[in-house]
């Protein structure tokens, strides 16, 4: 599909989160726009998975709104999440089921008519390169192929807006390479967003991106623009440094 103008598909307003006495995410506001793969960087700590919990409506605010293609997930849960494909750091797999059973069960609790599930696997075991392995036991696969699966799962029912919590984390060079060209893939006709602490994740693969610091958010704008933010470049990484060590 082609869009001619950027259309807003996620929009996080003021968002905050207490677990008990403490807060964790303080005010937290951002929007992504359809075909842009936005990343969410901190240190671990930082408040991304919380944040990451919050958008795809598994952990509700204590304040703030969250609208997914305009829908409000509050009000509407069903309905705005009928938009969202979301990968938590660890992948929900049945590792018993083979990898056709497994994603034909995700399409079947997405709500997706019998008719149109058959089709829907073939194209993402294609977008995925799972083809070679639908018939495998999950548990047998490696860890890449498993990652692989996670995202299959959250982009069978086609969505506006992917989630993806730590995409990378445990995987080889070659897995780590081979899925972040899918995520820059998936960015040219949905909206993504993923978290991550690896600078080099959103200066390969993202379009935007927003830093966060002990559940604040302290940067928002291009990793050109945080590579020159004091207007010298090649300070990306000092930059970074000096945003996340500065107290929010």
């Not at 309905?79 to 069960?105: C, I, M, Q, S, W």
């Not at 079947?108 to 294609?126: E, H, P």
């Not at 893939?185 to 966060?212: A, M, P, Q, Y």
Request: proline share 4%.
């Amino acid at each position: 599909m082609t869009y001619n103008t950027p259309e807003i598909t996620l929009t996080a307003r003021n968002l905050t989160r207490r677990f008990g006495n403490r807060e964790i995410i303080r005010d937290v506001s951002l929007e992504l726009k359809r075909g842009e793969v936005l990343g969410l960087l901190g240190h671990n700590g930082a408040g991304k998975t919380t944040t990451m919990q919050m958008l795809t409506g598994c952990l509700s605010p204590n304040s703030g709104s969250i609208e997914i293609c305009g829908i409000d997930l509050a009000r509407q849960p069903t309905l705005a999440k009928a938009h969202l494909g979301y990968l938590p750091e660890t992948p929900p797999l049945y590792r018993e089921l083979t990898v056709d059973d497994y994603l034909n069960f995700a399409a079947r609790l997405r709500g997706m008519k019998s008719v149109d599930v058959f089709a829907a696997l073939a194209r993402t075991k294609q977008r995925c390169g799972l083809e070679a392995v639908s018939k495998k036991i999950i548990g047998t696969l490696s860890k890449g192929y498993q990652q692989r699966v996670g995202i299959a799962q959250a982009i069978i029912h086609q969505p506006d807006v992917i989630v993806l919590d730590e995409p990378t984390v445990g995987l080889d060079p070659a897995q780590i390479r081979e899925v972040r060209t899918l995520i820059r893939e998936l960015g040219n006709t949905h909206s993504v967003i993923l978290s991550t602490h690896v600078l080099g994740e959103v200066e390969s693969i993202c379009d935007r991106v927003e830093i966060l610091n002990r559940g604040s958010l302290v940067y928002s704008g291009t990793t050109a623009e945080l590579d020159k933010l004091n207007g010298v470049t090649g300070q990306l990484e000092e930059n970074f440094i000096r945003l996340t060590e500065a107290q929010p």
